[in-house]
């Protein structure tokens, strides 16, 4: 039986001067996003797409903001300790889709780097990993450069 978790995440930019984390890949960038961790929504994102899948809850109730060991953690720890979770309830991801949404920075020449760092992190080929990065077309606080978004859909099975 196949399961299917959803997982959606936002950080608002920061002005801080830090490095912007998409997907494991340090992305150049002026803009950097506020979060207590090293705030990588895509790994946020997909964080919480495997656990819904799982039915294990929400990345705030295994990781939460309030909690100084994640202070500045960097996001991959997640899907590591994420993937050990799945592991544990005997579940296999058959593959991820994921969709960026960001006005800035253009995302386009890193997509390969963060499909590779992702499909490596979960010990998937790359064939299982699709990378996808949209704008707002100028459109509400993503339009706005005022923050960046992240959807990740994940599709798990029994094994």
């Known amino acids: 039986m196949f399961r299917i978790g959803h997982g959606y995440d936002v950080h608002k930019i920061s002005l801080e001067q830090k490095p912007l984390m998409l997907g494991g890949i340090e992305i150049p ?23 819904g899948a799982a039915a294990l809850g929400d990345i705030g109730h295994h990781f939460p903001d309030t909690d100084n060991r994640f202070k500045d953690m960097a996001s991959s720890h997640f899907i590591h300790e994420t993937l050990k979770a799945l592991k544990q309830h005997q ?21 390969p780097k963060i499909k590779a760092s992702i499909a490596k992190m979960l010990k998937l080929m790359e064939n299982q990993v699709n990378i996808k990065a949209t704008t707002t077309e100028k459109l509400g606080f993503v339009g706005r450069k005022e923050g960046i978004a992240c959807y990740a859909v994940a599709l798990i099975y029994p094994v």
Do not use: R, Y
Not at 29 to 51: I, K, R
Not at 92 to 105: E, K, M, V
């Open 29 to 51: 960038s002026e803009l950097s996003l506020e979060a207590h961790s090293d705030g990588d929504v895509v790994l946020h994102a997909l964080t919480d797409a495997m656990l």
């Open 91 to 111: 579940f296999q991801i058959s593959n991820i889709d994921i969709t960026i949404a960001a006005q800035a920075p253009k995302l386009a020449p890193f997509i």
